[in-house]
Every structure is written in structure tokens, then in C-alpha cells.
């Protein structure tokens, strides 16, 4: 309290036994007009040799006011924060910098203390800024006048020069009645648009000095003269300074009001984090969380290649399962994998809860954190404002978790709400943008990327790379989905279909998750959808439990095994069992005792020659070797048991449940071949061999069947050639056709190489042909892809399409496309086939961003080649491009070349324009009649062929047919 009296006083609370000045003239200037919004520094000198430095932050209209006062290498900051009926004060001394800037100025200084206060509990301080009162529970500031004290009649008394600037005088009588304070105040503003540095038209007389004379009541209630002087320097108006009105970075104060609580927590999330600890050593770590299968994975990242950082200078991937308690670490360069049991002091481990356990019966055992203690949230946090924390807007949050010993403060920046980032296929909010650490001297700050709280694959948390591949029990279950109902081309929601085959795996085996691979879903023609995985070894039984030296439990034993050569052993006989819980062995008797207890009663053992080892979790898992875990599959397919939801991503279809019909060991040679059409296209080029280079993006953990299918529908390049290794998934796409140089690749004996077919963006026209006198004959052609290649290559004609003749060996390239004319021409050919590129060919890729969701015609449910398809046959207008939203399946056509230029007031989508590069149609009115005759050959070719592709959309040929008045 003592703080604000000075305070207070120091500010202007001045006595006179009396003040008056006469009225001004009538035809002296108007009185200034003062900001709302206003910062200034003030440098105030006393002629009893007393100064302070001063600076004042101030904003009427949201509500905050803010003083920072150094005197004698002290700095006191007063925040008052009227919205919440707060004002927060922190003292510190001038060496302890925080780093805190406004416009880049330093700010204040590191605390020492913080304390918060009811602004209405101390009424002497709201006379600072003058105050209304709201109700019995808050006030608010008064004017500008009142804080500045320059309210109340002012009487002009001419001009003068206030530090070789010509100044108007203005001087009042002042009081506080609520101090008994009468007093006298000498204003000098800068006359009429005398332009400074920030300098406001609307406020162009700014204060320059502020004189009060008289006496006062000094900080021991003795009345004294004095003669202070206020000099107003960098006067700057109509400015926002919210950092100005927050306590300073990583500063908590006592008894501050909790005003908005810390986003929620979800139970799955994975993210990056950027740590920089004492400003030197600083790295990246990649965490995936899940509580419900009690995982987390961290890659550890060593940029800088610091020796010191970890043991390594290897990417190490470290994947914990607190099913068993055990840790797996991969090096990702040279390959090797450590198994052990988790340590208790592991980032991720509840270590309160182990010592508990073990304080209270010697107990020994880990459990995974919680969401909020992972991310260390589980404290009180108090909302101290908003600021610009990597250049993200964000709410920050003060925890003090100090005791008398140890100092403990945290601070976090969560995303402002109105926020949203963007990930694979949702929108994050409030996500964690940064975390400072203060314990004790040692300082740390991360910065958060890519926080995504969506339901994770699980390929993430795969440990198959710590086992050889003849170790693995490779399986596949087949579940029919034809007799359900459903085509070969469904799209089931794939994510939860494997979620929860990983947790009918749990369930009916009782192992944990880690004791499979990542399972592969592939559709066969067969009408069958095949899940492939592996069961993987069992980790090393000793690394499920840890050693306590020196203890015995003295408790009856489940059972006694003598002449055993080692703990390890001993391990063994324990995981077997699941009401084993730990174990005793002796270094020198090799006797081992099994216990169905974790407690070793806190007694030390007075055989020091005996290890006591604790099972690292609470409930006992079986640890099977493979064979016993493929028998219990065997007969829980057998018995009916293997039963999944099945859900369409058409969520107009209900979820149908799938029974397995069959579950077999397959070799591993046969993850190599896929078995749906997307490969129809595709030739293997190369066996045993990877790309070197020339590879334009990857993908991990895929069928090869999806890496196909990735490869027909990326949307950024012309994807040509990719190549597969069949044991990870490993899949490269490549734009390039695939070499003939052996230089080009490397060997690799689980890749193999594969070539997108000429054909792939053709469509037959089987026992029909259309051969003009115009064509270009080529000879000695031996199969319709070759002559494909012809015809993409061909520099002297735009060729669109071909006539093969194979008896004939010859190849026919044409300018003609089946749509660009009549079917005319056109005879029964049991000799040649017909093939016309796909519409898509007209068009090139240009760019993506989001766009607009307007066009001059739009579309919904379609595909790219759809899309091209309708640009290429609008009637309604030339289009000259498109943009297709693989998201919200959208066609816009365009008039134009470029897509429509975003508007805010519309809805938005993320889309890929694709530039018209052949226009067959020269006057869309005069053609208007042929290209609609065409659209119905097109529809004949489609339904006759049963081709899918081209016309599968059925909303979009419904709203196509319509638009030309065909319905």
C-alpha cells in the first residue's frame, strides 16, 4: 500500500492554502484536446533533487491504463486492468532485462514480484487516472482530462518557449477531496499544427511540460514545499500497446483473477517442437500422443549436429508402449534398434505417480502422463492477455508452480480462437503456439508447428524396423464386401476401418498393439477386401520390467525355477503368466521366484547377492511368442469372432459389419504385387531397383496398390513412374519417364520400378476405326501402347487419337477426337480398334491455392476428368480453364485463364487450375447442335463399354444434362 501512496504523491497530489485564477479571455485559443489513446515518457525533477522516469501507457476505450516508473535502478510497473477490477504491480531491478519491447523500445525489466489487487479495495490509486464508478464491483477510467489533470476550467496566460518551442500557458486549480489535496497545475501545449515527430492532424497540440508548485504531504504526513516539473517527451496518439497492459513474459502474480481457462486437451495429438534451452543448444523434436493406447512416439533431430545435444548424431525415432512398459529407439541412418524398459524420469512417464507407488509399499511401476501433465497444463493458469507470439495472435497463460526452494514458472501461448490452421483434411484452434520454462536459473523456450488433435494413423507407432523380416508371422484376412452390397470402387473411411482392427487385435489376443505391424487394406476384383499385418516378435521379456538391487520380497512365491543362467530367464517364465508381476532372482544361488505381487515392502533384502524386478506396469499383458498369438487368430476367425464396422465414406450409407471368412500366413513377396485395377496401367520396368533421383514426392507406409492410386490422382504434376519397396511401404512418385541408364538406379531388393502405360490417358473404341487420308502411318508396331507413345511424342501433327491395327502391325495417328466431330466416318473394324486421348490431355496444370467457390459454371460431385470433360463440351460459352477442388468435389469452368480472384464474402476452397492448351470447338454457338450429338455418342460409348471412368460422376451428368435441357 505504501507503494501506491508514493505513487500517488509523486504524481501530483499537491496542497495550497488556496488557488484561483481569473477567466480567461474570450479571445483566448480553445483548450487543447486530448487523446483517448495515448502513450508519452515523462521525466519528472523536484528541487528537493528527487527524479523519476516515468512512462505512461493509456486507453480509454478499452479500459487499461499503465504506469512504469525506474527510480534508483528500481523499476515499479502498475498495470490496471478495469475489466477485471485489477491492478497488478511489479517491482524489479534495471539489470534484469526481459527483452519485452513496444515499438522497440525496451518496456520493463525482469521481476522480482507481482502482486494483484482489487482496484476498488485501493481508492487512493484510481485518483491517478480519475475513475467512474460502474457498481459496487468495478470502476471505470475518467476521462483523458482527469489523467492528465488537466480538467476543469483553464485560464490561457499567453505564450512562452518550453525548450526552445513556443508554447500556449494553460493554468487550473486542482483538487482530490477524498486527500484533502488542493493545488495548482501550469500546462505548456504546442500551438496549432506544430508538427513533431508523430505527428496527428487531430491532435496537433501536444503537452510539453507540466509545473506544480506549493506544498504537499510528504510520505510521513509532514507538510513540505516543492517545486515539480513534468517533462512530456514522445507524446504518441492514437496507438493500440496491448503488451503495455500485460504483465511481462513469464511473470505470475499473486492472487491475479482466473478470467478464461486453457484450451482442452484432446486424448490423441501429435506436433513439432522447436526447443531452445539457455539460449544455445536448440533442436527438434516430432511427439505423437494417444492415452487410449497408451503410446507416444518422439523423433529426436539433430540439425546442428551438436555432440552434447544426445548420444547420438543420428534422427533417432523412440516409440514408448506403457501397455508393457518398454521403450523402442530406431536410428534411422544406420538402422539398429534398442529395446529397454522405460525410465521412470522419461519426459512422458507420471513419475509422481511411480514414487507414490513405490513410497507407500515399495510398488514399482510407470504410467503414461496425462494429455495435460504431457503437456504440462496440469496446473492452475491464469490469463494474463493477448500478444503476437511467433507472429501468431495468441492467448497467454502464467502458471507458478515455485515452492519455498524451488522456482517454477510457465508460461503458454495458445492460437487466439479466431484462428485457424489447416491441416491434412480439418481445421486445428487454439493450438499450442509456444511454452516458456523458468526452473530456477535454467530457462527454456519451445516453439509448436503443425498441432494436429486429429485421429492419428497408427503406422506412426510402428516398431517392425527393430525385428528381421524372418522373424515376422505375416498374415491376411479376408473380409467379402461384395456380398454387402458394395462395388469394387467404395471408399471405405479407412482410418477407423484400421483403428479398429488394431483394437479387435488388442482385445482378442490380450498382447499390445506394438505387437503388430501396421495393417494394409486393399479391395480385390474378387469382391473381397484383404487386411494384411504381421506379428512381430515379442521384445526381450527383461525389458518389460526394471531391476531394484538389493531387495527381496519376502512374500509365498507363485512358483520357484532353480538352475536358471540368468535374470533374463527368470523374465521369461514371468511374462508367460499373466499374474506374474515381478520376480526375484539370486546372482549366485540362480534360483528365481516368481511373485504375484509388485511390492517388495520397502525392506532391503540382507542378501545383497538378490535383484528384485518390478513388471513396468500395473496390469500384467501376455507376451506370447508368434506362433501362440497366430493360433489364438487362427481360432477367433474360426469361431465367427473377427468382426469389423465397415464405414462408407458416403455417409448416406449405413455402416455394415464385416465378418472374417479366412485367415492365412502369406509370404512377404506377396505385399509386393497389388491386386486392384489401379495397376491395370501400370508396367514393372524394373525388378530389385529404386530411383536414385529424379523422385517429386513420397509417401511412407502404403500398399502398392495405393501407391498407384496416388500416383493416378496427384493433381501437382503429371505423375509418370514410381517406384515401390514392398516391406515399408515406401512409395516415390516421379513426372519422368523411367530411364534406360542402370546409373539411374540403385539396387534395392525389395523395390521394384513401375512405368505409367501410353494408354493410361486413352480410351478405346474396340472393333471400330476412322483412318484418313491425313493420318500418319507407322509400321512395325507391335502393341497399342506402343503406338500410344507414337502419338504423345509426335511433333508434326496435335495428335488426339489412333487407329491400331495389330494383324496389320501398323499404328494410324490422328488429329481427330471422337467428340470433335460426328460419328461419321466411323466403320466396323474387326482388324483395327480405335483410342482418343482423354479430355484431361487438352488441359495443363497451372497452380493451386484457395480460391472462390465462383465461376461462370460450376459443378458438384465430380472428378478432374470429369471436370475436363464438361469444360471441354460446354455449349454455353468457350472455356478456357477450370479449377477442380479435390475437397469439395467442385467444377468451376472458366471463361478466363486464371481462376476467379478470391472474395471473403464467399465460400473458399483449396483447388487446382488447369489451363486450356487445344480448343477443337471454334464458335461454341455455331457448334452448339455437334457437340451435344457428341455428348450422346460419348454417354453411348460409356454405357456400352461399361467404362467408369469418364461419366461416373452421376450428380454431374444429371446436372450437365439438365443444364442443356436433355432431362
Given at each position: ?7 500517488l ?12 485564477f ?11 484536446e486530448?487523446p483517448?489513446?495515448?502513450q ?13 522516469s516515468r ?23 502498475y498495470?490496471f ?14 539489470n ?12 520493463s525489466?525482469?521481476?522480482?514480484t ?9 481508492p ?16 471505470q ?11 476543469g ?10 525548450r526552445?518551442i ?8 486542482q ?47 509532514n507538510?513540505?514545499n516543492?517545486?515539480d516539473?513534468?517533462d ?27 478470467t478464461?481457462?486453457t ?15 539457455n539460449?544455445?543448444?536448440s ?8 492415452e487410449l ?5 518422439y523423433?529426436r533431430r ?22 508393457i ?7 534411422k541412418?544406420l538402422?539398429n ?11 512422458d ?8 507407488m513405490?513410497?507407500v509399499?515399495?510398488?514399482?511401476v ?41 522456482t ?9 480462437s479466431?484462428i485457424s ?6 481445421f ?15 530457462i ?46 467404395f ?30 487394406v ?43 543362467t ?15 508381476l515381478?520376480?526375484d ?13 509388485h ?31 497366430w ?6 476367425v474360426?469361431l ?6 465397415l464405414?462408407?465414406e458416403?455417409q448416406s ?7 472374417a ?13 497389388g ?12 525388378t ?18 495405393d ?8 493433381l ?16 516415390r ?9 542402370s ?6 531388393s525389395?523395390c521394384?520400378?513401375y512405368?505409367?502405360?501410353?494408354l ?9 476405326s476412322?483412318?484418313s ?17 507414337k ?7 496435335h ?30 473394324d ?25 465461376a ?9 476428368k ?5 469444360c ?5 460459352f ?7 477442388c479435390?475437397q ?10 486464371k ?29 452448339s ?26 450428380g ?12
Amino acid at each position: 500500500m505504501q507503494a501506491f501512496l508514493l505513487l500517488l504523491l509523486s504524481f501530483g497530489t499537491v496542497w495550497t492554502d488556496s488557488c484561483q485564477f481569473p477567466p480567461s479571455s474570450p479571445l483566448s485559443p480553445p483548450k487543447p484536446e486530448l487523446p483517448s489513446v495515448f502513450q508519452t515518457r515523462v521525466e519528472i525533477n523536484s528541487d528537493r533533487k528527487h527524479s523519476i522516469s516515468r512512462r505512461i501507457f493509456y486507453n480509454f476505450n478499452k479500459r487499461k491504463a499503465s504506469i512504469i516508473d525506474q527510480e534508483n535502478n528500481l523499476e515499479t510497473h502498475y498495470i490496471f486492468d478495469y475489466p477485471t477490477n485489477e491492478i497488478h504491480v511489479t517491482f524489479a531491478f534495471a539489470n534484469q532485462t526481459t527483452g519485452t519491447t513496444v515499438e522497440g523500445d525496451a518496456l520493463s525489466y525482469s521481476p522480482i514480484t507481482c502482486d494483484s489487487f482489487t482496484l476498488t479495495d485501493v481508492p487512493l490509486i484510481n485518483y491517478l487516472f480519475g475513475f467512474k464508478k460502474i457498481n459496487e464491483s468495478f470502476i471505470q477510467p475518467d476521462s483523458v482530462y482527469h489523467a492528465l489533470n488537466f480538467k476543469g476550467d483553464q485560464y490561457y496566460n499567453g505564450t512562452t518557449l518550453v525548450r526552445g518551442i513556443i508554447a500556449d500557458v494553460y493554468q487550473s486549480c486542482q483538487s482530490i477531496p477524498a486527500l484533502k489535496s488542493n493545488f495548482s497545475v501550469t500546462f505548456y501545449f504546442t500551438r496549432f499544427n506544430y508538427s513533431m515527430p508523430n505527428f496527428n492532424i487531430q491532435y496537433s497540440r501536444i503537452p510539453l511540460r507540466a509545473v506544480l508548485t506549493g506544498t504537499r504531504i510528504d510520505d510521513k504526513m509532514n507538510i513540505v514545499n516543492f517545486n515539480d516539473v513534468y517533462d512530456f517527451y514522445d507524446f504518441r496518439v492514437n496507438h493500440s500497446w496491448d503488451v503495455a497492459f500485460m504483465t511481462p513474459p513469464g511473470v505470475a502474480c499473486l492472487k491475479r483473477k482466473k478470467t478464461l481457462s486453457t484450451p482442452n486437451i484432446t486424448k490423441q495429438f501429435k506436433f513439432s517442437e522447436e526447443i531452445t534451452s539457455n539460449g544455445h543448444t536448440s533442436y527438434i523434436k516430432d511427439f505423437s500422443y494417444n492415452e487410449l493406447f497408451k503410446v507416444v512416439r518422439y523423433e529426436r533431430r539433430n540439425p546442428k549436429k551438436e555432440a552434447d545435444s544426445f548420444y547420438s548424431l543420428d534422427p533417432l525415432v523412440s516409440v514408448h508402449d506403457y501397455n508393457i512398459g518398454v521403450s523402442f529407439t530406431l536410428n534411422k541412418n544406420l538402422g539398429n534398434c534398442s529395446i529397454t524398459a522405460i525410465p521412470v524420469l522419461s519426459f512422458d512417464s507420471d513419475k509422481n505417480f511411480t514414487d507414490a507407488m513405490f513410497n507407500v509399499d515399495g510398488s514399482y511401476v510407470l504410467r503414461l502422463k496425462s494429455p495435460e501433465s504431457f503437456l504440462l497444463l496440469d496446473s492452475d493458469y491464469v490469463f494474463t492477455g493477448k500478444r503476437k507470439v511467433n507472429n501468431v495472435p495468441s492467448d497467454i497463460f502464467v502458471s507458478d508452480r515455485s515452492s519455498l526452494n524451488k522456482t517454477l514458472i510457465t508460461e503458454y501461448a495458445f492460437s487466439d480462437s479466431r484462428i485457424s490452421f489447416q491441416e491434412t483434411n480439418h481445421f486445428e484452434k487454439n493450438v499450442p503456439v509456444s511454452l516458456w520454462i523458468k526452473d530456477n536459473k535454467d530457462i527454456s523456450y519451445s516453439s509448436f508447428f503443425d498441432f494436429d488433435s486429429s485421429l492419428q494413423p497408427f503406422d506412426q507407432f510402428d516398431v517392425s524396423k527393430c525385428f528381421d523380416a524372418e522373424q515376422k508371422f505375416d498374415f491376411r484376412i479376408k473380409f467379402p464386401y461384395r456380398n454387402q452390397g458394395l462395388a469394387l470402387d467404395f471408399v471405405i473411411d479407412e482410418t477407423l476401418f484400421r483403428f479398429d482392427f488394431v483394437l479387435l487385435l488388442n482385445h482378442l489376443t490380450n498382447e499390445s498393439f506394438t505387437r503388430f505391424s501396421p495393417s494394409k487394406v486393399s479391395a480385390s476384383i474378387d469382391g473381397y477386401l484383404y487386411v494384411r499385418s504381421s506379428i512381430l516378435p515379442q521384445p526381450p521379456p527383461i525389458s518389460m520390467f526394471t531391476a531394484l538391487p538389493k531387495y527381496w520380497l519376502i512374500s509365498p512365491s507363485i512358483v520357484v525355477f532353480r538352475n536358471l543362467t540368468s535374470p533374463e530367464q527368470c523374465a521369461a517364465y514371468c511374462v508367460q503368466d499373466v499374474k506374474c508381476l515381478s520376480f526375484d532372482y539370486g546372482l549366485n544361488t540362480s534360483i528365481c521366484f516368481l511373485n504375484k505381487k509388485h511390492s517388495v515392502n520397502g525392506s532391503v533384502s540382507s542378501k545383497p547377492d538378490y535383484i528384485h524386478f518390478s513388471r513396468n506396469t500395473l496390469e500384467g499383458f501376455y507376451s506370447r511368442n508368434e506362433a501362440e498369438v497366430w493360433r489364438i487368430l487362427q481360432e477367433k476367425v474360426q469361431l465367427g469372432e473377427f468382426s469389423l464396422p465397415l464405414r462408407v465414406e458416403n455417409q448416406s450409407l449405413p455402416t455394415i459389419i464385416v465378418q472374417a471368412e479366412s485367415i492365412e500366413l502369406v509370404s512377404q513377396d506377396q505385399n509386393r504385387y497389388g491386386t486392384t485395377q489401379n495397376l491395370a496401367k501400370y508396367n514393372r520396368k524394373y525388378t530389385g531397383k529404386a530411383f536414385k533421383n529424379n523422385v517429386d514426392r513420397t509417401f511412407e507406409q502404403l500398399s502398392i496398390d495405393d501407391c498407384a492410386k496416388a500416383c493416378n490422382e496427384e493433381l501437382g504434376f503429371e505423375c509418370s513412374s514410381f517406384d515401390f519397396c514392398y516391406l515399408h511401404g515406401d512409395c516415390r512418385l516421379s513426372k519422368s519417364k523411367v530411364s534406360t541408364q542402370s546409373s539411374d538406379f540403385i539396387d534395392s531388393s525389395e523395390c521394384d520400378v513401375y512405368e505409367k502405360d501410353s494408354l493410361y490417358h486413352y480410351n478405346e473404341y474396340p472393333t471400330k476405326s476412322y483412318i484418313s487420308k491425313k493420318d500418319i502411318k507407322i509400321e512395325n508396331i507391335k502393341s497399342a501402347s506402343e503406338c500410344a507413345s507414337k502419338c504423345d511424342n509426335q511433333r508434326d501433327i496435335h495428335c488426339r487419337s489412333f487407329n491400331f491395327c495389330p494383324e496389320l502391325n501398323s499404328c494410324f495417328l490422328s488429329e481427330k477426337h471422337v467428340l470433335s466431330d460426328s460419328e461419321d466416318g466411323f466403320i466396323d473394324d474387326l482388324v483395327c480398334s480405335h483410342y482418343w486421348r482423354d479430355y484431361l490431355s487438352d488441359f495443363g496444370f497451372t497452380s493451386s491455392a484457395n480460391i472462390s467457390l465462383e465461376a461462370d459454371l460450376v459443378f458438384d460431385g465430380a472428378d478432374v476428368k470429369q471436370c475436363s470433360f464438361l469444360c471441354v463440351t460446354s455449349d454455353s460459352f468457350n472455356c478456357k480453364s477450370f479449377d477442380f477442388c479435390p475437397q469439395s468435389k467442385k467444377c468451376l469452368l472458366n471463361k478466363g485463364v486464371k481462376p476467379v480472384a478470391p472474395n471473403p464474402n464467399k465460400n473458399q476452397d483449396f483447388c487446382f487450375n488447369y489451363r486450356r492448351e487445344y480448343f477443337y470447338v471454334s464458335s461454341s454457338k455455331t457448334n452448339s447442335e455437334k457437340v451435344e450429338n457428341n455428348i450422346g455418342l460419348a454417354i453411348g460409348l460409356a454405357i456400352g463399354l461399361g467404362f467408369v471412368g469418364i461419366l461416373a460422376g452421376a450428380g454431374v451428368m444429371i446436372a450437365f444434362m439438365k443444364k442443356k435441357n436433355m432431362l
